[in-house]
C-alpha cells in the first residue's frame, strides 16, 4: 500500500531564513506520481508542484524548490528566504496510476517576522 | 478565472438535522472529490464522482451521501450528523480519474455541529 511520512509536524522560522520540509513515501508502484499543497490559514488546499515517478529533475519556482530523489523514496521542498505569507500547513502527497491520492499527515510552517 | 467554488463557507446544524454542502466548478473538469479533514488532520477522501459514476470508499460512513446533478455541481448531504462530523469538507475536481491527474480544490466549508 502506499505511503506517505511528514516526520516534521511542526517548523518555526524566523523570516528569511531557508526551511526544508521533507516528505518519505512508500510505494511499490514503478509508475506513480507527487504532489505538494499549501492550506494556508484560510482553508484551501493550493496546488504547488507535481511530479511522475519518471522524472527526477529538480523543480525550481521563485522561492520554491522542489528535490526528488528515488534512491531514498524521498520528494523534499525547500523555500528560500521564507516570508511571513509562507505560515501554512504542507501536504505531501502520493498517488499510484490507478489509484486514489494519499496525503502524509502534514507539516505546520510558521515564519515569524 | 476557473475555479472550484464552494458554499456556504461556514455551516451550522444541529446534532441529527441533515444538511447539505454544494460544489461547483468552472473548470469542466470530469471528476469531482469530496474530501473531510479534521483538525490537524489530513484529508480523508469520502467518495468522487467520475461523470455520474458514483466511486465511495470503503470506510465512509452511510449517514454520508454524494448527488451530482450535473458536470458542474456536486452535493454532500449528511442525513443525520453527529458531533463527530464537524469537520472541513473539501470538495475537489480533476480532469479525468486515476493517480497521474492533479486535484483542484475549492475553499471549503466548514461544519459546526451543535
Known amino acids: 500500500a502506499q505511503k506517505v511520512t511528514q516526520a516534521q509536524t511542526e517548523i518555526s522560522v524566523v523570516e528569511k531564513e531557508d526551511v526544508t520540509l521533507d516528505c518519505v513515501y512508500e510505494?511499490?508502484?514503478?509508475?506513480?506520481?507527487l504532489f505538494w499543497y499549501k492550506q494556508p490559514p484560510s482553508g484551501e488546499l493550493v496546488f504547488l508542484i507535481r511530479?511522475?515517478?519518471?522524472?527526477?529533475q529538480n523543480e525550481i519556482s521563485g522561492r520554491y524548490s522542489w528535490n526528488f530523489q528515488k534512491s531514498t523514496s524521498s520528494f523534499n521542498f525547500t523555500i528560500t528566504a521564507s516570508q511571513v505569507v509562507d505560515s501554512a500547513v504542507y501536504f505531501c502527497a502520493l498517488s499510484e496510476a490507478g489509484d486514489d491520492m494519499r496525503f502524509g499527515a502534514g507539516t505546520r510552517l510558521t515564519v515569524k517576522p | 478565472d476557473a475555479m472550484v467554488i464552494q458554499n456556504p463557507r461556514y455551516q451550522v446544524t444541529q446534532f441529527g438535522k441533515p444538511v447539505t454542502l454544494s460544489c461547483s466548478q468552472t473548470l469542466n473538469h470530469n471528476v469531482m472529490y469530496w474530501y473531510q479533514q479534521k483538525s490537524s488532520q489530513a484529508p480523508k477522501l469520502l467518495f468522487h464522482?467520475?461523470?455520474?459514476?458514483?466511486?465511495n470508499e470503503a470506510d465512509t460512513p452511510d449517514n454520508f451521501q454524494s448527488r451530482r446533478p450535473n458536470t458542474s455541481f456536486c452535493f454532500l448531504d449528511i442525513r443525520s450528523p453527529g458531533l463527530g462530523d464537524a469537520a472541513m469538507y473539501l470538495c475537489a475536481t480533476s480532469r479525468a480519474p486515476g493517480g497521474r491527474e492533479t486535484q483542484y480544490f475549492g475553499p471549503g466549508t466548514r461544519l459546526l455541529v451543535l
Open positions: 464522482y467520475y461523470d455520474k459514476d458514483f466511486n
Open positions: 510505494t511499490r508502484d514503478t509508475t506513480y506520481y
Open positions: 511530479r511522475n515517478s519518471f522524472d527526477e
